[in-house]
């Protein structure tokens, strides 16, 4: 199994520019959750979906951002604008079953953003 | 506002010693989970506890928790150099598959 895959590995921008993040989770899993990680706040879970559907976006900074799961096999994270503060890695992480909070948790190796 | 407080922030031994990190948590649990994060790279789940056992162990690993004080502990037995990484604590509440609750890390340096 090849695991959570994130494009691109790094991404660096310029403020203002959109910026799009991509995820694909382990095949059959049902739960995808994307997550921010930052040396000031650590990580945060930024929205997650169960069965393809946004369950909680609460942890979402902002408008600028948004983020969707057309199938079970592939999620973006948007930000548009960017700002020079979104810098982070954002992490994709998939689970296997919904409703089983005590699943592990399957992270990607990261998308390190940098915005000048 | 984050759930888990790990403690220490960081954690020089020799190997071969053994590591314990704590973990703090402020409101109620499902249950507790143990991640590992090397640098650069993305989390690894480590081991998990649910708020009604009291110690787990897996491996090396020995975790244990006291939801009265609402702390956790890992333990690692014996440590080698590939041990060095950030250890987080991260936290369910449950009633679903949601999302977890992270803590700020250990940083742990095992020096050969």
């Known amino acids: 199994d090849a695991g959570v895959i994130q494009s691109p590995r790094h991404e660096v921008t310029e403020m203002g520019q959109e910026v799009t993040l991509r995820c694909k989770p382990i095949?059959?899993?049902?739960?995808l959750f994307w997550y921010r990680q930052t040396m000031m706040r650590g990580l945060e879970l930024l929205i997650y979906?169960?069965?393809?559907?946004?369950?909680?976006d609460s942890g979402m900074p902002e408008d600028r951002f948004s983020a969707k799961m057309p199938n079970a096999s592939f999620s973006t994270l948007k930000i548009q604008p960017s700002e020079p503060r979104d810098s982070a890695v954002y992490f994709c992480?998939?689970?296997?079953?919904?409703?089983?909070?005590?699943?592990?948790?399957?992270f990607g190796p990261g998308t390190r953003l940098t915005v000048l | 506002s984050q759930q888990g407080e790990e403690d220490p922030q960081a954690l020089s031994i020799q190997e071969g010693e053994n590591a314990t990190m704590n973990c703090s948590y402020k409101?109620?649990?499902?249950?507790l989970q143990w991640y590992r994060q090397n640098s650069g790279r993305g989390l690894v789940h480590l081991i998990l506890?649910?708020?009604?056992?009291r110690e787990k162990h897996s491996g090396r690993l020995r975790v244990t928790l006291d939801t009265s004080k609402k702390s956790s502990s890992l333990l690692i037995t014996a440590s080698r150099a590939a041990d060095t990484a950030s250890y987080f604590c991260a936290t369910g509440s449950g009633g679903g598959a949601d999302g977890l609750t992270f803590g700020k890390g250990t940083h742990l340096i095992i020096q050969p």
């Open positions: 409101t109620s649990i499902n249950n």
């Open positions: 506890i649910r708020s009604n056992e």
């Open positions: 095949s059959g899993h049902n739960s």
């Open positions: 992480a998939s689970s296997p079953r919904w409703g089983r909070s005590t699943d592990t948790q399957y």
């Open positions: 979906f169960n069965n393809n559907v946004p369950i909680d």
